[in-house]
């Protein structure tokens, strides 16, 4: 795993997989959105909801020093099944802490993950945590990255939507590059000290900010 990667994986389980019976006039268009995994970004959004995946990411003068973020996430109309887990890598997270839930039954924090059950129709995960997914460079510069986003099911990919917000001291650090670039993915909006990025995709996304320290 690349130092500063935040894995952030949505995978219905193995017993979920009744839950994903279609009917049958839905099945053709439910084949054709799924993928092998390559990255494909769409220029529209899905015609019935698909998960939202939204990232509040806040770098402090702290976070420069020791790499560490503070995360707020939440997940929204999560797939209708009977399980789910959301996974991080254990190195690269800490403290998680739920904030609230909609339309699940239960949702327990175990080690690096999120266990969820009885999932209903547009339901809703918020939670908060510690990510080290601030790497510290040479010559006074950051990178931070984030991914793989993915819904996936088996061996297919679904499409989804992921919205980044990013929060940095402005006095300190300034945006010096971000991939994927703007108007080649999703839209992106920048002001001083904030970054949001958001885009429908399907596949695995990574995307990657590098900051450059100002010089006083």
Not at 159 to 178: C, F, G, H, Q, T
Request: proline share 6%; aromatic share 8%; glycine share 6%.
């Amino acid at each position: 795993m690349i130092l500063g990667l935040l894995l952030a994986v949505s995978t219905a389980t193995a017993q979920s997989m009744e839950d994903w019976a279609f009917p049958d006039d839905d099945l053709e268009a439910r084949i054709a959105e799924v993928s092998d995994g390559e990255l494909t970004l769409l220029d529209t959004e899905p015609d019935h909801p698909a998960h939202h995946h939204r990232n509040t990411i806040r770098i402090s003068q702290r976070s420069l020093e020791s790499g560490w973020v503070v995360l707020e996430q939440c997940h929204s109309d999560l797939d209708p099944v009977g399980a789910l887990e959301i996974v991080y890598h254990p190195e690269r997270i800490r403290q998680i802490h739920l904030l609230s839930t909609k339309n699940i039954a239960q949702a327990r924090v175990e080690g690096p993950t999120v266990q969820l059950q009885g999932i209903e129709p547009s339901a809703r995960l918020c939670l908060r945590a510690e990510s080290r997914a601030l790497a510290v460079l040479e010559d006074g510069r950051y990178q931070l990255r984030n991914g793989p986003f993915m819904r996936r099911f088996l061996d297919g990919y679904y499409p989804m939507r992921v919205s980044l917000e990013i929060r940095y001291p402005a006095d300190l650090i300034k945006l010096a590059s971000a991939k994927p670039l703007p108007g080649k993915a999703g839209s992106m909006q920048q002001t001083p000290g904030r970054i949001a990025w958001d885009s429908w995709f399907k596949g695995r996304l990574f995307t990657e900010f590098e900051f450059q320290r100002v010089q006083p």
